[in-house]
């Protein structure tokens, strides 16, 4: 059997990286080597093109929580454990446990839109400096942000779900909706938590440390994390298609698909379980996923990663495989990355740019100014979609990320643009739970999520 592909083989914060060049330090300088390093000619007779390898680093502005980052997960959540796919496929209550925490998460995430490093992205293939997409991200930014740019999401998308055995997929947010229909007490508590504002709240991680309260986190990819919560009262549907029609075992025998009163799943089934359409950590990644990943490094002349620290053995051999082949390679990323003397320890030292870049900055607060000072330098005084006045842009406030995408995909990329939240970071949940536990009247979910917190009203 194939080793699986995604692991997670560090949790630790790498060591910091060299800026390079060195006046790449500030933004206008690390404008200036990226200029440089995307209009100069490529070496060794390879494509004039460049390829883009990105991770959760660029979903940050956008409200999404990573994990290695200057706030993720893996640092301010040393307790945390993603489940693993095996896990997954062998224990009902692994999946109880999963989709509870998903069905809290998936508002957020739903609503979510790209940021501007996102559609600068866009603008640099609009300009014909990126030719395409490798993007271990989840939450579906690229494709919508630059539906006519080549994108292969190597992990796989939130936006469906997929049966283990039919392979058939499903809209997520059609999911949801059976979800918060199997479980009423969650979906109510789910409507209060988003009618009180709790997930557009910026301090919510501030209150609960003054409260000296357990954390209510929220995770990457849409895991809130709820301390105390029953998940084993939570409930989730069995893959239509197979209740109707049930897959066959390797034996020719009809797996059995069977569920409650209400259209849950119960555990004497042998098959019918839906999973996210992600490739969760200890799963293997499609060969056709594989296979076109690395065809869009072999068919490019350099490589820019953006907000990953290349942790994961699947980004990793991709950065690996275009150092190899003598590509320059630019990393836009705060924080180390992982083998990062691999990428850049045989640099010129008065290189500016053209050889390779390391910068430390945010990919929101460099890429947009990158494309502002490429559109000077080929047509001054224009700009990109993204700069133009809001009445002038396509407007898609309040419409969520994944129900307009089809409808986007015959427009040109530069006339497209969403109107941006100013979301500094996403509302963790715990804030929420301790203001209404402390300040607010009793709610009735308290006793059925189970006791979330010792504490005494009044």
Known sequence: MRPASIRIPYRDKFPSPVTLPPTAASIPGAIDALLEFLTARSPHGLPQSTVVLSGAGLSVASGLTDYRGENGTYRVNKTYRPIYYSEFLANHAARKRYWARSFLGWTTLHNAEPNAGHFAVRDLGQMGLVNAIVTQNV???????????????????????KCVMCKSEFPRDSFQDDLARLNPVWAEFLREAIAEGAFSSTDILKQSEKLGAPAIRSNPDGDVEVPGAQYQTFRYPACPRCLVSPTEDAMGRKHKVEVDGDGAWIPTSTGGVLKPAVVQFGENIADHVKDTAQEYIDQAGKLLVLGTSLATYSAWRLAKSAKERGMPIAIVNIGGVRGEETFHGDLEPGQFGAQGVRVELPTHAVLPRL?????????????????????????????GV???????????????NIAMKNVAGLADMRSIMLFWLRFFRPRRWRKDLGNIESHRDG
């Open 139 to 161: 939450d579906s930014f690229h494709p919508l942000a630059h539906p006519q740019l080549r994108t292969m999401e190597l992990h796989g998308y939130l936006r469906a779900v």
């Open 402 to 416: 994944f129900k307009e995408m089809m409808s986007l995909i015959d427009m040109e990329p530069i006339k497209m």
């Open 371 to 399: 494309v502002e000072k490429l559109w000077d330098e080929v047509s001054p005084g224009a700009r990109s979609a993204a700069d133009t006045p809001a009445s002038n842009r396509l407007q898609t406030k309040g419409v």
